[in-house]
């Protein structure tokens, strides 16, 4: 009877102290997390607003200094879901109004490396990648 007594103290003491290392153990990863978490914050500087960045909160005069070219028109396709998908893609690009002969030409000058360049892009991507809506 004595040796049963024994027996189930010391079982019992095995799971006791292992509980009390696991509060232990997780107490120190809480700390430690928050700590580094608290350091994080203190070290970095804030986010800078994009409109600050800029210095002018008048989109409108930016907006009318800008005029849309389009830089490349193509059909590529994809197949590497196992089935055959065409693209219809039209890729434009803003650029200052004042430039915009000067680009055109630019342009025009290099429309196939800009249209191989969009067809290499469709062709190895992931279909998952080109599956949006707004694409």
Same mark, same amino acid.
């Given at each position: ?13 095995? +799971? @006791?102290?292992?509980? =009390? ?22 070290? @970095?500087?804030? #986010?800078? @607003? ?11 005069? +930016? +907006? ?62 992931? #279909? +998952?990648?080109?599956?949006? #809506?707004? =694409?």
């Amino acid at each position: 009877m004595a040796d049963e007594k024994t027996e189930a103290a010391s079982a019992a003491e095995p +799971k @006791s102290g292992r509980r =009390l290392s696991i509060v232990v153990v997780a107490a120190l990863m809480l700390g430690e997390g928050a700590g580094v978490y608290m350091l994080a914050n203190m070290l @970095s500087p804030p #986010p800078v @607003s994009a409109e600050a960045a800029d210095g002018e909160g008048d989109d409108s005069a +930016k +907006k009318a200094d800008l005029a849309e070219i389009e830089l490349a028109e193509c059909r590529p396709s994809n197949r590497m879901a196992g089935r055959f998908i065409t693209y219809h893609i039209r890729v434009l690009g803003l650029v200052d109004a004042a430039r915009l002969d000067e680009i055109k030409s630019l342009a025009q000058a290099r429309r196939a490396r800009l249209e191989d360049a969009v067809n290499v892009v469709i062709r190895s991507a992931d #279909p +998952k990648h080109l599956d949006e #809506p707004e =694409l």
